[in-house]
């Protein structure tokens, strides 16, 4: 079973939402490579699983601000990591997600 396969099985639950954070830059634009501890944190993801979205006080879904595919700005910590077949995804309330890049 592929990790796309795997990944389908992962499904955030109410108001959580799956990102995929964007690697950190390993090298300059001249060709040197940069250490891994002193590469940045990549504070952008791109979401790839949304839940149904939180519940109201009638037990209604109120939907989640963010579709699968967004591009996201993520707050410098918080998450939760989940590995899938050796690549890591986190895990975030949809009301901690900073902000949603627009194309």
């Given amino acids: 079973m592929s990790a796309v396969s795997k990944l389908k099985n992962v499904v955030p ?18 060709g040197i490579f940069i250490p891994e501890k002193a590469q940045e944190v990549s504070n952008t993801g ?14 209604k879904h109120i939907p989640t601000q963010v579709a699968t595919g967004d591009k996201v700005i993520l707050p410098s910590f918080g998450g939760s990591s989940v590995k899938v077949e050796g690549e890591e995804y ?12 627009q194309n």
């Fill in 46 to 59: 791109v979401v790839v699983a949304v839940g149904k979205g939180a519940l109201d006080r009638d037990g």
């Fill in 13 to 30: 639950l109410l108001d959580r939402v799956l990102i995929q954070r964007v690697k950190a830059q390993e090298k300059t634009a001249s």
């Fill in 90 to 101: 986190f895990l975030y309330r949809d009301s901690e997600i900073l902000a949603k890049v």
